[in-house]
Nanobody, 111 residues
Framework: QVQLAESGGGLVQAGGSLRLSCACS????????MDWYRQAPGKQRELVAT???????DYADSVKGRFTISRDNAKSTVWLQMNSLKPEDTAVYYC?????WGKGTLVTVSS
């Protein structure tokens, strides 16, 4: 059974930074790509960043140059470093691995 648990969300002023963590439990955690998604109020869930098991990354255009995804396979953990945050980054952020989703962590960016 795979479980994903996000943490690190909170309230931050525009221009600030947050670091989200996603702890993955289960033997397959180190094998598959892992993703961060977000869902803002009234909007569809969107892919923010993805990282393969070998460390290759990809980002949504809206966060390129500001967000960095990384992982530590030994710890089965993925991080999302978010810098230069904007009010439009306000959303619930979710970690995903294959069909498994975490419960999300809320990020609120005040102007």
């Amino acid at each position: 059974q795979v479980q994903l648990a996000e943490s690190g969300g909170g309230l931050v002023q525009a221009g600030g930074s947050l670091r989200l963590s996603c702890a993955c439990s289960g033997s397959i955690c180190i094998i598959h790509p892992m993703d961060w998604y977000r869902q803002a109020p009234g909007k569809q869930r969107e892919l923010v960043a993805t990282i393969t098991n070998s460390g290759s990354t990809d980002y949504a255009d809206s966060v390129k140059g500001r967000f960095t995804i990384s992982r530590d396979n030994a710890k089965s953990t993925v991080w999302l470093q978010m810098n230069s945050l904007k009010p439009e980054d306000t959303a619930v952020y979710y970690c995903r691995m294959r069909l498994y989703w975490g419960k999300g962590t809320l990020v609120t960016v005040s102007s």
